[in-house]
């Protein structure tokens, strides 16, 4: 029998997994439901509402009133739904996403402003997902405090493909024989501070002021250069302010 109210009734069929939605407008029946109205079949399936991954399908049907059914205006619908999956693209793509940032790497100059560098990576897209948005990459200035003046005696010639020490900024360059002479070729000061140490030789020690070694309390004893080195032997060497 028609209901004189709308109501909004859920069927479950488990067989099928779906559930039924009727939707029924005001009409006026007896409870004989002599007016005699019927449904109509259910149509087919429509197709899966996703483009991708799980969507909803449904079928639906209409009761058509009968001669003594009194209606309104919408007609009375009944809905199927399904769930369902797309099958030309089962799994929705997946986005790429960004990792964290690296660690910045080292200055490209001591002083006098360079650059250090990030960078992070895109990762998890599959196909048809869109890629990460923004820069991989990622730079600053650094070390913007300014270099120390350049000595006078400081000869640009010695820097060549054959020198073999770089000063701290990674600008300048001295030969290997002026390494460790007690001077300072560097214009920040850093030729003095990487004199290598050999097994069975002495170390060194300088301690600078203003960009040039101070004097020595004690006796500096000069070696022999050997094994190609030309650190100097140093037995006792003791700088001061």
């Known amino acids: 029998a028609l209901m004189e109210t709308r109501k909004l009734c859920l069927a479950f069929a488990a067989s099928s997994l779906a559930f039924t939605v009727v939707l029924l407008n005001p009409v006026s029946a007896n409870t004989n439901n002599d007016g005699k109205g019927h449904w109509t079949e259910w149509t087919e399936m429509s197709e899966c509402s996703a483009t991708c991954g799980s969507g909803t399908s449904r079928a639906s049907r209409t009761y058509i009133p009968g001669p003594n059914d009194k209606v309104g205006k919408e007609p009375f619908m009944a809905y199927r739904t399904f769930t369902c999956t797309n099958s030309a693209l089962p799994q929705c793509p997946r986005n790429g996403m960004w990792t964290g940032w690296s660690s910045w790497s080292d200055c490209t100059k001591a002083c006098g402003g ?3 560098k990030r960078k992070r ?3 998890g897209m599959s196909e048809g997902g869109k890629d990460c948005e923004g820069e991989n990459f990622d730079e600053e200035k650094c070390s913007k405090e300014p270099c120390p003046r350049l000595p006078p005696h400081f000869d640009m010639s010695k820097c060549s493909a054959e020198a073999n020490f770089t000063c701290a900024s990674g600008k300048m360059c001295i030969a290997s024989a002026q ?3 007690s001077t300072v070729q560097c214009h920040d000061g850093s030729d003095e501070l ?3 140490v050999k097994s069975g030789w002495g170390s060194v020690r300088y301690d600078l002021r203003d960009g040039a070694p101070t004097q020595s309390k004690a006796g500096l004893w000069l070696g022999l250069v050997m094994e190609g080195i030309v650190c100097f ?7 001061h302010h």
């Open 233 to 239: 032997l140093l037995t006792t060497a003791v700088w």
């Open 114 to 116: 360079g650059e250090r």
């Open 121 to 123: 990576s895109c990762y």
């Open 194 to 196: 990487k004199c290598p």
């Open 179 to 181: 390494k460790c002479d």
